[in-house]
């Protein structure tokens, strides 16, 4: 609670519009990965697109707008239809996880072009660089866990697809554990340990 308190009304806003745009390239990574892969529900759904609001979870918008770490609306997949079977969700959900730490060090490629704005645009645009860079990889790392709700729950639809029911049921029971775990600070924010390996800069 005493983050909370630290916490200035501009950093709590840049957080939250990093956290929209994460869920726009997370979102549309996780979708385009699966329809390669021949799996068009994500297409049908609505979810292969860019736009972020599409892909965001006003839940996982308001921890990272407290406390820097966010997730995406679940992405529904359909095992039958991808050309690996249930091992193609694995591959999605572990590309598209990966793809999003790719895209980190890709943000700073941003930082030149953002110094040609004028002082205080360019000065927003960098701090909100850093903060989309933060979000990113805090996010990447707890929606590796397989808890359903987040990224990694996903892989449940492959090891248990039959009743996608049940699995929409637990949903809110785990992302409850998941805010509850964050709130009493038991999942650590890995961004200052992970970031500084992933900026060129």
């Known amino acids: 609670m005493d983050l909370l308190r630290e916490l200035s009304m501009g950093e709590i806003v840049s957080r939250l519009a990093a956290a929209i745009l994460y869920a726009g390239i997370q979102g549309l ?33 308001a921890m990272a707008a407290l406390f820097g770490v966010s997730w995406i609306r679940t992405i529904w997949f359909d095992a039958k239809a991808n050309r690996l079977g249930r091992w193609g969700i694995v591959v999605v959900v572990g590309l598209g996880l990966a793809a999003m730490v790719a895209v980190v060090p890709l943000l700073d490629l941003l930082r030149a072009p953002a110094l040609l704005l004028p002082r205080t645009g360019g000065y927003a645009a960098l701090y909100l660089l850093g903060q989309l860079q933060a979000v990113a990889i805090a996010s990447t790392a707890l929606n590796v866990l397989p808890i359903p709700g987040l990224i990694g729950g996903s892989l449940l639809q492959a090891i248990w697809p039959g009743p996608e029911r049940r699995l929409r049921r637990l949903e809110p029971f785990g992302l409850a554990l998941v805010i509850v775990a964050i709130v009493a600070g038991w999942v650590p924010n890995l961004a200052t340990t992970l970031l500084p390996w992933l900026q060129w800069r």
């Open 29 to 61: 990574l996780l979708a385009g990965i699966a329809r390669l892969l021949g799996d068009q529900r994500p297409s049908h759904d609505g979810r292969l697109t860019a736009n972020p609001f599409v892909h965001l979870s006003v839940w996982g918008a």
